[in-house]
């Protein structure tokens, strides 16, 4: 299956974002982590997504999103980190990272 990139920074950038049907079609997940991909994905290239964030722009929960976000991990659609804050190495941030996963999930070399 070939990727196909679409410039989506920039200035002037497309008002709209291709996705592949079989990522919205992947049985595996559930309508709102599908939902929640196809957000993810019309943000730009290495994005960092934070779940409190994220619920600013939804009607959806706090567990909801957690939830969803959980899904697209399993099926490793995203990556988790933790951040940590250097001075006291404490949790301060989990960041969801999509990088390239999408495109070595379905183009093995």
């Known amino acids: 299956m070939a990727t196909h990139r ?3 920074s920039g200035k002037d950038p497309p008002p709209f974002t291709r ?4 990522l919205l079609q ?3 997940l559930s309508f709102k982590a599908r939902g929640l ?5 019309s943000k730009p290239d290495h994005f960092r997504f934070y779940l409190d964030e994220l619920i600013k722009h ?10 969803g976000m959980k899904e697209l991990e399993q099926q490793r659609y ?4 933790t951040i940590l804050n250097k001075p006291s190495d404490q949790a301060i941030k989990e960041t969801n990272q999509m ?3 999408l495109y070595y999930k379905f183009n093995p070399q």
């Open 6 to 8: 679409v410039k989506k």
């Open 26 to 28: 992947d049985e595996r």
């Open 78 to 81: 995203t990556i988790t980190r």
């Open 37 to 41: 991909l196809a957000y993810m994905l």
């Open 58 to 67: 939804t009607t959806e929960k706090k567990d909801s999103i957690r939830t």
């Open 99 to 101: 990088y390239n996963e």
């Open 19 to 22: 996705i592949d049907n079989s």
